[in-house]
Structure formats: structure tokens, C-alpha cells
């Protein structure tokens, strides 16, 4: 294996890494240094964050009955469910292209990696998967929604066909629920073995590191066992409630965004040589057929920007690259970069 890499973006427009490019309004970051005020720094974190899961209830509509686990980030979450519910020569089971550390973090626990190969145009294939399932009986099924590098919504029907063919746990990870418009925390209740995974670093706070999974008490408890008693730290949860306290800023930002990435992808979609999927997210996966997909990452750094690239990563996007929407600047700067690339200037 090697570590996951994270190129230098010094001195780069960073759409890299799918973060909300947007500041804080004025005096917003003074109200949460003063909220930060008088945590104890001396002592241990609530355990159990009571105070920040019920700011989480409070703005989670059709949460009802169920269950939140935290974790440092939705990285650790999957590293804990795959821990508690996995284990070796388990089975895991996900579509491809997806996620990658629901594969990477199989191979940690020891894990069988099972991936079902999306259809060319990245929709799910449900055949595939319900064999898949049948075949291997997965302890857990991954199913980003949407999904992440293609951006696109999963068939929902194919999703509940899924869940009621898995005799394991099937997990949503809605990491680009602020996008997307719509989400499965509202089916909870119809199925005994769906739970949701969410996280606050797409909505714009990526460095404090906090994800959350929605579920059913009883599932959830089993994880409890496995995740480490102090993982959310003190500063974390003071400033995850402050953030919900202010949702409003967060979703605002997040309609800008959206509003942005139509207006790319149209763009995208206009120009010659490239053609753009989709999105449901804060990014846009693109083909390139002019320019191989290598060759234009290493002009597009040339002009400045870092985009995400898929190296040998196969599983049909060789000739893709992904874009995640910033400024209306920095998106002016990317379209106008691959104009005059693709022109030859
Ligand atoms: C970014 C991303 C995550 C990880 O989010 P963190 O909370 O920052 O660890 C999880 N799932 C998907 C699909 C993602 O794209």
C-alpha cells in the first residue's frame, strides 16, 4: 500500500479537494472565538458529546427516534463501522468508481473488497449489485448518494432494492447531502439495517473534522464499543455547535455554490473537447477527449489551478478529471485556463 497523497496546492486556486471556498461573514469569526472562551482545555472532551448530538438532533428534521455516532470526520466513521461490523475475511461491498477509502480501509481491517462496477454512464448497476451481494453476503454495502468522484444520485429504488437484498448493513454516506437536495434519513424507519453517514466538511468546515451516522440505537451501540472514547475533541464540539447555531450561513454558501456549479457545468458542456457529468455535488467530473486527462492536470497546474486527478486508478476514468466549484472567480479563472488550453494557447 502507500499513504494516501496529498499533492502541494501552494500558490495554487485549490479545487482539489471538494472545500467551500467561501469566508465567513463579517464578525462571525470573533462570535466563535468568544464561544470557544472557557473550554476547559486541562480536561478530557465529553465522551459522549451529549451537548453537541442534541445541537445535531435539533437541526436533523426527520432524525425521530435514531441513534448519532460521531467520529473525527466521516474517515474514522467508515474506519469504526468497518472495525464493528466487519473484521477479517469479512466481505465489503461497494460500487466502483467510488469512495476510495471504503476499499483502502477494507484492506486495514483485513477485509474482502468487493467493487461492482458502475455502468458507463456511472449510474448503479443493480443487477450487479444484488448478485454481488447474493454471491458474497457482504457484512457492509458503501453507497455514496451521491456519490464521489461521479457526482451523480444512485437510482433510489435500486438503493431500497439493495438494502432490502442485504442481510448486512448498508450505509448512505450523504458527505454531499448540502448539494443534493435530498437524502435517505427519512427512510430510516422503513428498513432495520440502513443507516446514513453525514459530515460538516463539504458544507465548509473541513478542518475541524467531524462526521456523523444517523441510525438505529441498537446498531449504533455496537459501534460505540469500537470508537475511541475521546475522539471528538473539546474545540471540535464547542465549534460544531456553534457552526449549527449558525446553519443558516453554512446553507446559504452552499446554494451559491450550487447555483456556481450549474453555471460551470454549462460552461463545460459548451466547450469542445470536454464533456462534464452531471452533478449533484460541490464538483464536476469531466471527460477530457482532446487532451489526455494527465497532460491537461499538468497544464491546468501550469495556469494555477489544482484539480483532482485519477491517475491509474482504472475503472473508466482514465480520461476524467474533478473539478470542485469555488469562487465565481476562481471558477472564471479555471474556465477561462481550459479555454485557452484547449485552443492551444
Ligand atoms: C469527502 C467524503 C467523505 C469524507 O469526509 P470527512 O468527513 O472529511 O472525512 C466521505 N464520503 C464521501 C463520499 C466523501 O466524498
Redesign the pocket.
Known amino acids: 500500500m502507500s499513504a494516501y497523497h496529498v499533492p502541494d496546492s501552494t500558490g495554487l486556486i485549490k479545487l482539489d ?2 472545500e467551500n471556498p467561501y469566508p465567513w461573514p463579517d464578525g462571525m469569526e470573533e462570535d466563535w472565538l468568544d464561544y470557544l472562551r472557557g473550554v476547559p482545555l486541562n480536561r478530557y472532551p465529553d465522551p459522549s458529546a451529549t451537548s453537541l448530538k442534541n445541537c445535531l438532533r435539533g437541526s436533523l428534521e426527520a432524525a425521530g427516534d435514531n441513534e448519532i455516532l460521531l ?8 474506519q469504526i463501522i468497518q472495525l464493528g461490523a466487519v473484521g477479517r475475511d469479512g466481505v465489503i461491498v461497494a460500487p466502483v468508481p ?2 476510495v ?1 471504503y476499499e483502502m480501509t477494507a484492506r486495514f481491517v483485513g477485509a474482502k473488497f468487493v467493487g461492482v462496477p458502475l455502468s458507463p454512464d456511472f449510474a448503479i448497476d443493480e443487477d450487479a449489485m444484488l448478485r454481488a451481494i447474493r454471491d458474497h453476503r457482504p457484512s457492509v454495502v458503501f453507497l ?1 448518494y ?4 461521479t457526482g451523480n444520485l444512485f437510482d433510489r429504488g435500486a438503493i431500497g432494492r439493495i438494502i432490502n437484498e442485504t442481510k448486512g448493513l448498508v450505509v448512505v ?1 450523504e ?2 447531502h448540502a448539494f443534493a437536495g435530498t437524502s435517505f434519513v427519512d427512510e430510516l424507519a422503513g428498513y432495520d439495517n440502513l443507516i446514513v ?1 453525514r ?4 458544507l465548509g468546515l ?1 478542518g475541524l ?3 456523523y451516522v444517523i441510525g438505529p440505537a441498537e446498531l449504533l451501540d455496537e459501534f460505540e464499543k469500537v470508537r475511541m472514547p475521546y475522539n471528538i475533541s473539546a474545540l471540535t464540539q464547542r465549534t460544531a455547535e456553534f457552526a449549527l447555531g449558525r446553519l443558516d450561513v453554512f446553507e446559504h454558501q452552499a446554494s451559491r455554490i450550487v447555483a456556481e456549479r450549474d453555471r460551470v457545468y454549462a460552461h463545460l458542456d459548451a466547450l469542445e473537447g470536454i464533456a462534464p457529468y452531471p452533478s449533484k ?1 460541490n464538483f464536476i467530473l469531466f471527460r477530457s477527449n482532446r487532451l489526455d486527462a494527465p497532460a491537461l492536470y499538468d497544464r491546468l497546474v501550469e495556469h494555477g489551478i489544482l484539480v483532482k486527478g485519477f491517475g491509474d486508478h482504472g475503472s473508466g476514468l482514465d480520461h476524467c478529471l474533478r473539478v470542485t466549484v469555488g469562487t465565481r472567480r476562481e471558477n472564471d479563472v479555471f474556465m477561462a485556463a481550459l479555454a485557452a488550453i484547449l485552443s492551444g494557447r
Open positions: 479537494a471538494m467520529g473525527n470526520g466521516s474517515d474514522e466513521l467508515i467510488s469512495f477509502m455514496a451521491p456519490n464521489n468522484p454516506d458527505a454531499y453517514m459530515t460538516l466538511s463539504k473541513a473534522r467531524l462526521g455535488t
